[in-house]
């Protein structure tokens, strides 16, 4: 059984982390799609939210647990005996943050391997911040974002 975790702020979840997530499924036995728990990075979104949110937009993922976490990636992963972290690679301009975080975990947890799933070409320049930044103007986010999110976002 491969066990893979995939964390993130999710705050909140998009269709290019869908799109990963989705890939990551269909690699691993088991996936954990972990949202971090810091309030110092002061998300929009509780981590309650961010939790309903992610579990309304992946019914059909059967393999697929939503949890929360604290502290540590690492230590996250070694508490689920998770050997793969999933990181999305959206654009070059990923490339250079991804690897410290890749290299650093390395150094952490030599057994874990970070592993880059590229999502597709229209999930690729998509992130929650600027879909936040639209939605509070009153933009379209239907198609970038899981109807769960849209309908909330709408709502607020
Ligand atoms: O969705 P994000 O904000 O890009 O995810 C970043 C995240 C949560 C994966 C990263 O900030 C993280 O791992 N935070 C937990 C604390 C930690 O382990 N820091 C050292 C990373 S090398």
Redesign the pocket.
């Known amino acids: 059984m491969t066990t893979a975790i995939y ?4 705050d909140p979840i998009t269709n290019g982390h869908i799109d990963v997530l989705r890939r990551a499924s269909k690699l691993f036995d088991d996936v954990i799609i972990a949202v ?1 728990e ?1 309030p110092s ?1 002061n998300p929009t979104f509780s981590v309650n939210d961010r939790i309903k949110l992610i579990k309304d937009s992946i019914l059909d993922l059967k393999n697929v647990k939503v949890d929360a976490f604290k ?4 230590d996250y992963a070694r508490q689920k005996k998770a050997k793969v972290l999933i ?1 999305g690679l959206r654009a070059v301009s990923d490339f250079e943050h991804e690897m ?2 890749a290299q ?2 390395k150094n952490l947890y030599p057994d874990l391997e970070t592993i880059f799933l590229v999502p597709s070409v229209e999930n690729s320049f998509l992130s929650s911040s600027l879909v936040k930044e639209v939605s509070i103007l009153g933009g379209d986010i239907s198609n970038v974002v899981p109807d769960a999110v849209n309908n909330y976002l709408t709502k607020r």
């Open positions: 964390p993130g702020s999710f971090l810091n990075k502290g540590l990636t690492v990181r410290q975080m650093m975990n």
